[in-house]
């Protein structure tokens, strides 16, 4: 080949290997970085006075009396809008019979848009729903409100595809009672709803108030720390006893063979097949729960991560150096001596290596867990209740509030706030891991 | 004195230890085999409870007709659909990810500094450990509203959304491996083909790639495994209609896979347990269960090749 032409494309090698490592990174930060960024807008955002009061009536946070205080003064500013509505209604019942009915559905819809931004009005009974007694919450969210109030969504066909359109509601009320109305929710917002930044680390550990239209995510982090440390727990004595025979004790013969292409078999079995199999035998066949709990989810999780734990021990105890357990044996040590005393606290930094790697992968599997542990709307369990009870999960109940849950767009900081949660537990785990690898390594070098 | 301080052992003392050590033994082994068989009682239960619909139900109709009515009555369960839905989106994320997977790859060992390498690894590994229900949410949250809104698509759920985004995944799995591989090919076969005039280009593809070729194999079929068995994102990303999409090439139509069938269906498996829906479920299982080991059986033949050839060089 010519010498120029094998430059040419030498050089576009090069530049596509480049591009093929570039462009992984910028996924990998065009993906985690929003996650991140609106993840902790769970944990830090604006909050509006009706935060405040749903902070002070179901977890008793705050101060009382500053906010009767605050309260009376957020009402005196809602005062014109409730009296405008008010005086509407009546002005409504005057107008000509065509008049009223072209105005009646409209003024619903208005009055219907501002409950949902400030609140059930004053003097009418408390709606059953806890979702209902509050206003917006979120300054955020109540940015967003105030477009319903202001706009009707209408859909222009005219093309080939629908466009939403948003039409004011304004002009239609121009000249009535309601008019004012509008030009004080647009302006005066913040009046109406004093937002202050909060910092909300509770969101961590608090409940969840009606379907996580408020409160934390508590339970599911509990859930998932139950899940991982049971599946931990079984999982551990057995792999670890299994890498100290295959690598101590085991002779290479078919049994040794066979077992060893065992767990290698193991390793590749598809998540949702262990789902399957942690229902079909450890539910329906050991009957270790009534239905799905804690217990067999933690089981059919311990499953998943033997063969990661096997290997890591295996090669964790593979690397003490040959002379060590010479030395042991040489001063008369037996062989078990040998392997409690000299080579597990040789090899357990590595050993530990692959448990906390397991454990986030625990934490962060869903399909093992859908028909073995996990209930997408529950309580904390209780540690007594293991055997009996289902638990929410961070894992599950992200998949459950993003695609089931009834408001799926008005929860989307739990969302996120959940996806960010997990994946942050996920990567501390695993950048314990690779401390404790660096940690090895420089031991190992001397 | 206590045993443990004499040196010279009574006989009855070296038979005890002898019963002794032998029971620790056989205890170790006990516990090995429990873990390590494991994996045959899975495959022995997905199976059992997989017979009884092949019992009532004709293999070669679930496998080769269209029709998915688990409902009905009587219930038809031609899934053929669901299998090519699996196929399809599979296909695409292994023909994305592997190629950019193994020039990632070939940069990463070849091209950067052994610093930016050190600095990468343990990245790539903290890639590989996000777990999978954090880019379904990604896919449907992010993914499909663009797809929809910005690319003009008619449902932003579909095969090429999760194809896509089990593309990402399979990455870092297929990244580590290969580089592995490379690396494991050695400096003398490189310096040799520099030092007959070869560019790096013509190195790296001529000879080490070659080489590394094994490595490369296994790091493919563990991405097809990890697409295949893949849940959550293709639930949450590929649409989950029963259908085949025409032309068959149609990524932008939505699809349903095999896994996603399975975690959709099983919703009520508490009702549902000894039913035939209950049951074919298992059976997609055990077809799940029987592409994976065949996938571990290429794999490990892949490698036992490689070290045949490497004794025999």
């Excluded at chain 2, 009855?12 to 032998?22: G, K, N, V, W």
């Excluded at chain 2, 099983?266 to 049951?279: C, I, L, N, P, V």
Aim: net charge positive; proline share 5%.
């Amino acid at each position: 080949m010519h010498l120029r032409m094998r430059k040419i494309v030498d050089r576009c090698f090069s530049i596509s290997a480049y591009a093929a490592s570039t462009a992984m990174t910028l996924l990998v930060i065009f993906i985690l970085g929003p996650i991140f960024m609106r993840g902790i807008g769970a944990y830090v955002f604006q909050e509006t006075v009706e935060n405040r009061r749903m902070m002070l009536d179901q977890f008793g946070r705050g101060d009382s009396e500053a906010l009767t205080k605050e309260w009376q003064t957020v009402q005196k500013n809602r005062q014109p809008i409730y009296a405008a509505l008010q005086a509407f209604e009546k002005e409504l019942e005057g107008y000509p019979a065509q008049k009223r009915r072209a105005l009646r559905k409209p003024f619903q819809e208005v009055r219907q848009a501002l409950t949902d931004l400030l609140g059930p009005e004053p003097g009418k009974p408390l709606p059953a729903l806890t979702r209902k007694i509050y206003g917006q919450t979120r300054w955020d969210r109540a940015q967003l409100k105030v477009k319903d109030v202001l706009f009707e969504v209408t859909w222009d066909y005219s093309g080939e595809r629908g466009i939403k359109v948003l039409k004011p509601r304004a002009p239609l009320f121009a000249g009535t009672a309601l008019a004012p109305v509008f030009t004080q929710v647009e302006t005066q917002l913040a009046a109406l709803m004093q937002p202050r930044w909060r910092f909300y680390p509770q969101f961590l550990t608090d409940r969840s108030i009606d379907a996580h239209f408020f409160g934390g995510i508590g339970a599911e982090v509990l859930g998932t720390i139950y899940l991982a440390l049971g599946a931990m727990l079984i999982a551990v004595p057995l792999g670890v006893i299994a890498a100290i025979y295959f690598q101590e004790y085991a002779h290479d013969g078919w049994i040794v063979g066979f077992l060893r292409t065992c767990v290698n078999t193991l390793a590749g079995v598809p998540s949702i097949v262990f789902g399957l199999f942690g229902l079909a035998f450890f539910i329906n066949t050991l009957s270790v729960s009534p239905g799905k709990s804690v217990i067999a989810g933690a089981l059919t999780l311990s499953l998943l991560v033997l063969p990661t734990i096997i290997r890591a021990s295996e090669e964790a105890i593979a690397s003490v150096p040959r002379t060590y357990k010479e030395a042991a044996l040489s001063l008369g040590a037996g062989q078990w001596r040998t392997i409690l005393t000299v080579i597990l606290p040789a090899a357990l930094p590595g050993i530990l290596t692959g448990i906390v790697i397991s454990m986030g992968r625990a934490a962060g599997e869903t399909a093992p867990i859908i028909f073995t542990a996990a209930v997408s709307v529950g309580p904390m369990v209780m540690p007594a209740e293991i055997f009996s009870q289902a638990t929410p999960a961070l894992s599950w109940n992200l998949y459950n509030l993003c695609t089931e849950h009834e408001a799926v767009e008005q929860i989307r900081h739990v969302q996120y706030g959940m996806a960010a949660t997990l994946v942050m537990i996920v990567l501390a785990l695993n950048v314990t891991a690779i401390f404790l690898r660096a940690r090895v390594a420089r031991k190992l070098k001397g | 004195m206590r045993t443990s301080d004499r040196i010279v052992l009574s006989p009855q003392e070296i038979r005890t230890r002898r019963i002794f050590s032998a029971l620790g033994r056989s205890f170790l082994l006990a516990v090995t085999a429990v873990a390590a068989l494991a994996v045959l009682i899975i495959i022995f239960f997905i199976a059992r409870d997989a017979v009884p619909f092949f019992r009532e139900y004709n293999l070669r109709d679930f496998l080769f007709t269209n029709a998915w009515y688990p409902s009905h009555q009587p219930a038809q369960f031609g899934a053929k659909a669901i299998f090519v839905g699996s196929l399809i989106v599979t296909l695409t994320s292994v023909i994305i990810a592997v190629p950019v997977g193994i020039l990632a790859a070939v940069c990463l060992s070849d091209m950067v500094s052994f610093n930016i390498r050190q600095l990468l690894k343990p990245v790539i590994e903290l890639l590989a450990a996000i777990p999978s229900v954090v880019w379904g949410f990604f896919a449907l949250v992010v993914m499909a509203p663009f797809l929809q809104d910005v690319l003009g698509v008619e449902s932003g759920a579909n095969a090429l959304n999760a194809s896509v985004i089990l593309a990402i995944m399979a990455l870092p799995t297929i990244v580590s491996v290969s580089e592995d591989a490379l690396q494991a090919a050695g400096r003398e076969l490189r310096e040799g083909s520099y030092a007959l005039g070869a560019t790096r280009a013509e190195t790296l593809i001529k000879v080490v790639l070659p080489a590394a070729m094994s490595g490369i194999f296994s790091a493919a079929l563990l991405g097809i495994m990890r697409a295949v068995g893949e849940t959550m994102v293709v639930w949450m990303a590929s649409g989950n209609a029963t259908q085949i999409p025409r032309p068959f090439y149609n990524l932008l139509q939505p699809v349903r896979t095999l896994t996603a069938t399975i975690a959709g269906d099983m919703g009520e498996a508490d009702q549902m347990t000894g039913s035939a829906h209950y049951h074919v479920l298992f059976a997609m299982g055990l077809s799940l269960l029987l592409f994976s080991f065949l996938c571990n059986m290429a794999g490990e033949w892949i490698v036992r090749r490689q070290r045949k050839r490497l004794r025999g060089m």
